[in-house]
DNA sequence: TTGACAAATATCGGATTTCGATATATAATA
DNA sequence: TATTATATATCGAAATCCGATATTTGTCAA
């Protein structure tokens, strides 16, 4: 990532995310990372793929073979299909960022000298 | 913490922004960063205590004995005090997990089909 | 008075997660 | 034909946090 600790732990998250509307394959799900953070987000080759076995092995997704006859170049494309129990994984991630979350932002945001 | 990798790289932004308040010391960090956080954290001494070594180590904070004629038992009380170096980088951090926090939910919550 | 307990600080090894470097395959392009 | 872009893959290193453990010291109950 640009800034290496800040997306510790919910890379899966946002990787099931993406899935979740729509399946891709690797190298197009860096990108999309990419853009739809605005540049904030860039994850690399060697963080996404052993990511994505674990997803795998933890039955969060299932895969298959993209087309052969796809005129890109580069390896056969590997597409990911995000599962029910990834699905069900997902939404108890969200769940715990979005508390998470406020749990940082009520320390941060407390005005100096308030009333605990 | 309550879950493990949820505040991973932001806990010394945390301490420092409860330092930033007042003067405390580490036992003390432990007891408002839960109380403060509705029970969402529970940072453990065994993560707190290196953390602290680390922040003096950096100039981010200073140190002072507390009192000795405090009837409370245990060891002396160290106090710290969040330094001048210590107040800028909380403000570079605090930046850097606004913009993060926004690019998360910027993808957690985009919905099913829309137009990116 | 003495033994248990609570408060407080400290250190170490292990677990988890991510990245950089590197390798491989292949089609388009110059 | 050589280079480049696409695409997947693996490995070791680095960073961070926690659980277990240890130590010190004052209070309080038995």
Same mark, same amino acid.
């Given at each position: 990532? %640009?800034?290496?600790?800040? &997306?510790?732990?919910?890379?899966?998250?946002? $990787?099931?995310?993406?899935?979740?509307?729509?399946?891709?394959?690797?190298?197009? =799900?860096?990108?999309?990372?990419?853009?739809?953070?605005?540049?904030?987000?860039?994850?690399?080759?060697? +963080?996404?793929?052993?990511?994505?076995?674990?997803?795998?092995?933890?039955?969060?997704?299932?895969?298959?073979?993209?087309?052969?006859?796809?005129? &890109?170049? %580069?390896?056969?494309?590997?597409?990911?299909? =995000?599962?029910?129990?990834?699905?069900?994984?997902?939404?108890?991630?969200?769940?715990?960022?979005?508390?998470?979350? +406020?749990? =940082?932002? +009520? =320390?941060?945001? $407390?005005?100096?000298?308030?009333?605990?």
């Amino acid at each position: 990532m %640009g800034n290496k600790t800040l &997306t510790y732990g919910n890379v899966d998250m946002l $990787v099931l995310k993406l899935l979740e509307n729509q399946d891709m394959y690797g190298y197009q =799900i860096i990108e999309q990372l990419e853009k739809q953070s605005q540049n904030v987000f860039s994850l690399s080759a060697g +963080s996404l793929y052993p990511l994505l076995h674990n997803l795998e092995v933890k039955d969060y997704v299932d895969t298959y073979e993209g087309d052969n006859n796809s005129k &890109t170049p %580069g390896k056969k494309r590997k597409y990911y299909h =995000i599962t029910e129990k990834g699905k069900a994984y997902l939404a108890e991630k969200s769940k715990e960022w979005e508390q998470y979350s +406020s749990a =940082i932002n +009520s =320390i941060l945001f $407390v005005e100096k000298g308030a009333a605990i």
